[in-house]
């Protein structure tokens, strides 16, 4: 299949999906003769790459047109209904689910993985409400937690994530909400861990944290969503199998970073919740969305 887009690429070794590997959730159906075009949006992180290496690359009754752009990109190209398929983050389900529907696999979730709360040495954080925070975007996950923790933190300043750790250094902004790979790295530049709020959210809940998701629109059909949901998770698991197999096409959108930090990316967030969100991830889902704030204490 050719894939257009960004980082295209050919499969060594062809494969036809077998539909035994669907979720109970969503069973597939027989593929249809026909082609399908659609259009996905998934982050250039390595994480996204990573599962969606094999969907884009394997034999399939439906042609994927990859979208790679910023999360908080993808989250506004939700709202304004732009994508058939797209990752979001899940803080913006609320405002697209009567267009979207949220899907079983593809998920971000996982425990100690959230954002980090971060500052440089010397800027007095003791009262965080009276500081300017960067955050990396309104209706990013992070920023959802950030509100949980610190309900009084209303002096924000967004922009993109990987912006965040050089506006501290720069003094632009006096704290900062660090997502992706850079919580592994900010230590390395000279800044300090302020809260890990995803470790804040495990104390308070004992649940996964719910980052990002896969949704579908709406429009499609359930019996197109259940293909999808399907196809998704058959790539997710190809590239927990062959994890060498996807990483020329990570490194493709990945080109500045350091590849131990790259699999240090794909370990973090691709995992089990990855291939089924299941009960439990869909738990977390709903208690992150509907739980009222509790302040957390520095």
Not at 131 to 142: K, M, N, Q, R
Not at 143 to 150: D, R, S, W
Request: with cysteine.
């Amino acid at each position: 299949m050719k894939v257009k887009g960004k980082g295209n690429g050919t499969r060594l070794t062809p494969r036809i999906y077998s539909d035994t590997r669907a979720t109970s959730a969503f069973a597939p159906e027989k593929p249809s003769t026909l082609r399908q075009a659609l259009t996905i949006g998934f982050s250039p992180c390595p994480n996204d790459t990573f599962i969606f290496y094999d969907l884009l690359h394997a034999p399939s009754e439906i042609e994927f047109y990859p979208v790679t752009e910023d999360v908080e990109a993808l989250n506004r190209r939700a709202l304004a209904h732009d994508l058939d398929i797209t990752k979001v983050s899940i803080a913006v389900y609320p405002l697209i689910k009567d267009n979207y529907v949220l899907l079983d696999s593809g998920a971000a979730l996982g425990y100690n993985c959230g954002p980090i709360l971060i500052t440089k040495p010397g800027n007095d954080v003791s009262e965080i409400g009276k500081c300017l925070i960067a955050i990396p975007g309104e209706h990013t996950t992070a920023n959802l937690l950030l509100t949980k923790a610190f309900p009084n933190a209303t002096n924000k300043k967004e922009m993109l994530f990987s912006e965040i750790e050089d506006a501290l250094l720069g003094g632009k902004v006096e704290a900062g909400v660090i997502i992706h790979e850079s919580r592994f790295t900010y230590e390395a530049q000279g800044l300090t861990k302020v809260v890990d709020l995803g470790e804040w959210w495990h104390e308070k809940t004992q649940m996964p944290i719910p980052l990002g998701g896969i949704v579908a629109k709406r429009s499609l059909g359930q019996k197109l969503i259940s293909r999808i949901n399907s196809l998704i998770r058959n790539s997710v698991q190809f590239a927990l199998d062959n994890p060498e197999e996807p990483m020329p096409y990570v490194q493709q959108h990945a080109q500045e970073m350091d590849e131990e930090v790259m699999r240090q990316h794909i370990a973090l967030y691709v995992n089990t919740y990855s291939v089924s969100m299941g009960e439990q991830g869909l738990h977390a889902v709903n208690q992150i969305l509907t739980e009222a704030p509790v302040s957390a204490n520095l």
